[in-house]
T-cell receptor, first 112, second 110 residues
Framework: ETGVTQSPTHLIKTRGQQVTLRCSSQ?????VSWYQQALGQGPQFIFQ???????GRGNFPPRFSGLQFPNYSSELNVNALELDDSALYLC???????????FGSGTRLTVV | KNEVEQSPQNLTAQEGEFITINCSYS?????LHWLQQHPGGGIVSLFM???GKKKHGRLIATINIQEKHSSLHITASHPRDSAVYIC????????????FGTGTSLTVIP
C-alpha cells in the first residue's frame, strides 16, 4: 500500500469534455505534484501544490488546473479534453523538508 | 535533448543474469531516484541517492556526482523483476519537481 490513493483508476471521456481526477495523500504531506505520462514516455511534470497554493508549473496549458485541500486531498482538472490528453496521470506527495515521496498508482484517462 | 537519459531503452535477460541500467543527467541535482513501474502504472520508489551507493536486497544503486551518472544493478535477476525502471532527478530549489528519464523496459525470461 503506497499511502497515496488516486481515483478513478480508469476513465473514458469524449473530446471537449471536462474531467476531474482525485488524489488522497498521506496525512502530513503538504506537497503534492501531478504528472502526465503518455504511453511509452517518462512522466512529465504538470504542477505542484504546497499548502493549497500552486508553487510550480510545467509546460501545460491553463486548461490543466488543480486544487489542494486542507485534508491532504487534491484534484487535477482538465477542461476541453483533447485526444492527446490520453495518458496515465500520477500524483506524488511528500512531507515538509523531506525529499522522500510517495506516488499513487495513477488514473488512466482515455479521450475518444 | 532530455535532461535525463537512460540506457538501454529495452533489455531482455535470462533469469539469474546480472543487469545494469544506466542514467546520465545534464543538470545540477539535489537527489536522484530510481523508480519501478509495473504494467498498469503504479510507481514504486526503489532508491533515493545524493551520493555513493545504496543496496536493498538484490538491488544496488550507485551515483557519481562528478560524472553526472547513476547505475541501477539487479543481481540474480528474476522474472518478477520485469518492469520499467525510471531514473528521476530532483533539481535544487524546485520543490518536489522531478525530471524523468523515459525508462528502461526490462523483461526477465525464466
Amino acid at each position: 500500500e503506497t499511502g497515496v490513493t488516486q481515483s478513478p483508476t480508469h476513465l473514458i471521456k469524449t473530446r471537449g469534455q471536462q474531467v476531474t481526477l482525485r488524489c488522497s495523500s498521506q496525512s502530513g504531506h503538504n506537497t503534492v505534484s501531478w504528472y502526465q505520462q503518455a504511453l511509452g514516455q517518462g512522466p512529465q511534470f504538470i504542477f505542484q501544490y504546497y499548502r493549497e497554493e500552486e508553487n510550480g508549473r510545467g509546460n501545460f496549458p491553463p486548461r490543466f488546473s488543480g486544487l489542494q485541500f486542507p485534508n491532504y486531498s487534491s484534484e487535477l482538472n482538465v477542461n476541453a479534453l483533447e485526444l492527446d490528453d490520453s495518458a496515465l496521470y500520477l500524483c506524488a506527495s511528500s512531507g515538509d523538508g523531506n525529499y522522500g515521496y510517495t506516488f499513487g498508482s495513477g488514473t488512466r484517462l482515455t479521450v475518444v | 535533448k532530455n535532461e535525463v537519459e537512460q540506457s538501454p531503452q529495452n533489455l531482455t535477460a535470462q533469469e539469474g543474469e546480472f543487469i545494469t541500467i544506466n542514467c546520465s543527467y545534464s543538470v545540477g541535482i539535489s537527489a536522484l531516484h530510481w523508480l519501478q513501474q509495473h504494467p498498469g502504472g503504479g510507481i514504486v520508489s526503489l532508491f533515493m541517492l545524493s551520493s555513493g551507493k545504496k543496496k536493498h536486497g538484490r538491488l544496488i544503486a550507485t551515483i557519481n556526482i562528478q560524472e553526472k551518472h547513476s547505475s541501477l544493478h539487479i543481481t540474480a535477476s528474476h522474472p518478477r523483476d520485469s518492469a520499467v525502471y525510471i531514473c528521476a532527478v530532483k533539481r535544487p530549489n524546485t520543490g518536489n519537481q522531478f525530471y524523468f528519464g523515459t525508462g528502461t523496459s526490462l523483461t526477465v525470461i525464466p
